[in-house]
């Protein structure tokens, strides 16, 4: 199955109608003492610009990170932790899931969409499952792309949080019927944790 991977191209780099305090990449700023991997240990002075620098230190693809994160920080509400679900419309949603549909139209803009669904169309004509009334198969193709498109959402969206991780941004863990656990399994689901100093730098402090 064909799975687009936007950490091929920082698609989010490539974006014009970026929100205008989206700041830009790189940022230059004096190196300063912290952990052994070049990280610094003061969270009390972190800021905006000092989040962006740990991104491009850390990052392939820093733009499309610091989305996630900020879209992280949304899913937190007025807390520091987002998941294990997000409750919206009735409904609630694995964290991830939410990261991924939220990040969906990027992921549709890419200019390998195209590629998608011709190939989502020969699959489904290979396999008998493409209806003959045009109309029809158009909803079917859609619904496929979709689906592919979040799949491959879901592991980018993983990779982003991840780098978050060893950024220091971010901790996560899981959250299961029984006993939270680092990993994932047993039908437990990611909850992420912004510390303080990183939802103050977000503009989401109290």
């Not at 799949?151 to 863990?173: E, K, P, Q, Y």
Request: proline share 6%.
């Amino acid at each position: 199955m064909f799975q687009p991977d936007l950490f091929s191209a920082d698609t989010a780099a490539k974006r014009a109608d970026l929100a205008p305090d989206m700041a830009s990449l790189p940022v230059t700023r004096p190196a300063t003492a912290g952990s052994s991997n070049g990280l610094p240990e003061n969270e009390d002075c972190l800021d905006l610009p000092a989040v962006l620098e740990r991104l491009a230190r850390i990052s392939a693809r820093p733009r499309y990170t610091f989305m996630v994160l900020n879209l992280i920080a949304r899913a937190a509400g007025g807390s520091s932790s987002a998941g294990p679900y997000v409750h919206e419309d009735g409904r609630a949603i694995p964290v991830r899931d939410w990261l991924s549909s939220a990040l969906l139209p990027m992921a549709q803009r890419d200019v390998r969409r195209r590629a998608i669904v011709d190939q989502v169309r020969g699959d489904l004509a290979r396999k008998g499952l493409l209806p003959p009334d045009a109309d029809a198969a158009r909803h079917v193709i859609a619904a496929e792309v979709r689906d592919r498109l979040l799949h491959s959402g879901r592991t980018n969206v993983s990779r982003a949080v991840s780098d978050l991780v060893r950024a220091g941004l971010l901790h996560r863990h899981y959250q299961g019927y029984r006993v939270d656990h680092c990993n994932r399994g047993a039908q437990r689901e990611a909850v992420y944790t912004i510390s303080p100093a990183v939802r103050a730098a977000l503009g989401k402090g109290s």
